[in-house]
């Protein structure tokens, strides 16, 4: 249970961990349930590469953290530098985690288990989102306009690179070997 320690606005980054966990598992299955539209693969895993598989988290996380400044936020007076500075936080922290931890299992023991993956999300998730309190909490903030602007850098590479990865490990899907989007 989340005390009375916490305030709205951290209260709302904990909150998010298992619904960033929901949302994120959900991104992973929409690409193919919506008849593999392209649009679509601009935010969601096209393929089960790591870099695509990081999509699930980069989209909940900047929304999330969005939606709380523009809606309750904007009641709360929270300051933007802080609040974006702890999004970015949290958002970086969870985008390394997904391939250290999942290079680490995979070469370490030769093995990739599906349970282990999803447990990857999570735990990505979690230590992103407390991460992100941390900083929301303890840190002097970048300008918020810089951290929109790297949200901007983030969120265009993952859409080129759906269409044009570079031809490395971390875009290649370990199923098929294969990197990008399929084309027919």
């Avoid at 994120?24 to 299955?29: K, S």
């Avoid at 096209?46 to 989209?59: A, I």
């Amino acid at each position: 249970m989340i005390g009375s320690a916490f305030t709205g606005p951290e209260k709302w980054i904990l909150k998010g961990i298992p619904i960033l966990f929901i949302i994120g598992t959900v991104l992973h299955l929409t690409y193919d349930l919506l008849w593999k539209n392209p649009l679509v693969g601009l935010v969601s895993p096209v393929n089960e590469s790591v870099w695509e598989h990081c999509k699930m988290v980069v989209w909940p996380i900047i929304l999330w953290w969005s939606l709380y400044y523009i809606g309750p936020g904007q009641t709360q007076n929270i300051q933007a530098d802080a609040w974006f500075t702890g999004a970015l936080a949290s958002l970086m922290t969870a985008l390394l985690t997904i391939p250290l931890v999942f290079y680490f299992y995979t070469q370490a023991f030769g093995v990739e288990l599906l349970w282990v993956d999803i447990a990857l999300l999570f735990a990505s998730l979690l230590l992103g989102q407390l991460m992100g309190l941390h900083v929301y909490r303890h840190g002097g903030g970048l300008s918020m306009m810089f951290v929109l602007v790297l949200f901007a850098v983030i969120v265009l590479a993952f859409m080129i690179f759906t269409f044009f990865p570079p031809k490395i490990p971390l875009f290649r899907d370990s199923s098929t070997g294969l990197y990008g989007i399929k084309h027919a």
